[in-house]
């Protein structure tokens, strides 16, 4: 499909024209876009090993000054996979907890996905700003505060108890997360437990303690097509047979 594109694909006043024929195969890669980013780049695994490693040079900057390269491109092109063996070989004390980081993340010891929210695009800001690890283990804490009072183990499919807790309208309430939003913005948010204690619930470890801030991992990502709430096919021209020399709009309605 994208060797056909390119073929037929003509430049024309200094704008990418395609063939008007493959106006639905430009659209099937811009779905194939968010298609992986919902199944594969999104992945609880893949973000979750996302923080691990992210975690893992940043306990070891004080010894590979990795952000310097930032700005050098002749040491920038040296920062690859490599680092995270590199960081393995070196016999520093102050590679410690990167070291723990990286073993834990070979034997597969990743944080595990809580709960996760599909949520409409315009209460992204309310939630973002409210949903946040410090709410969480202070919600946490009167959970297992209810536990003792009614001796049951709370579950931690509590975010609509969040919702109540910080008086949220009705129309935010549970009955409007969507579990499937088609082709429309989907900012999405994932709760994980970053630390060794039951992912599922809540005060259940050894100490029977509560969560803490950094037990609590919130990932946010807002899906869509690639031109957020548009459709990305207006901005895509075409030429046709009749006119191979001039653009000719074919928006998603006429596909």
Not at 22 to 37: G, K, M, P
Not at 55 to 81: G, M, N
Request: contains cysteine.
């Amino acid at each position: 499909m994208l060797t056909r594109l390119i073929h037929a694909a003509r430049v024309i006043d200094d704008t990418i024209c395609y063939d008007w024929k493959d106006a639905q195969s430009v659209y099937e890669l811009f779905y194939s876009r968010y298609s992986l980013h919902k199944r594969v780049y999104n992945h609880k695994t893949a973000k979750a090993i996302e923080y691990m490693i992210v975690d893992a040079l940043l306990a070891a900057e004080p010894v590979f000054h990795l952000a310097e390269a930032i700005d050098d491109p002749q040491k920038y092109l040296h920062v690859t996979d490599s680092v995270i063996e590199d960081i393995e070989r070196r016999d520093d004390p102050r590679l410690a907890k990167s070291k723990k980081i990286i073993r834990d993340l070979r034997a597969r010891k990743v944080p595990k996905r809580a709960e996760e929210k599909c949520l409409p695009i315009e209460y992204k800001a309310l939630w973002k700003n409210l949903l946040i690890p410090k709410a969480i283990a202070e919600m946490s804490a009167q959970l297992c505060k209810e536990k003792q009072a009614l001796n049951r183990p709370p579950l931690l499919g509590g975010l609509d108890t969040v919702a109540e807790e910080i008086d949220l309208s009705e129309n935010v309430a549970r009955d409007s997360l969507q579990e499937d939003v088609g082709t429309t913005l989907l900012p999405a948010f994932d709760v994980s437990n970053s630390g060794s204690r039951s992912p599922t619930v809540l005060g259940t470890a050894l100490e029977d303690e509560p969560l803490t801030e950094d037990d609590v991992i919130v990932d946010w990502a807002v899906l869509h097509y690639g031109m957020k709430e548009k459709d990305p096919l207006e901005n895509v021209d075409f030429w046709s047979k009749t006119q191979p020399n001039s653009e000719d709009f074919c928006g998603r309605c006429e596909t």
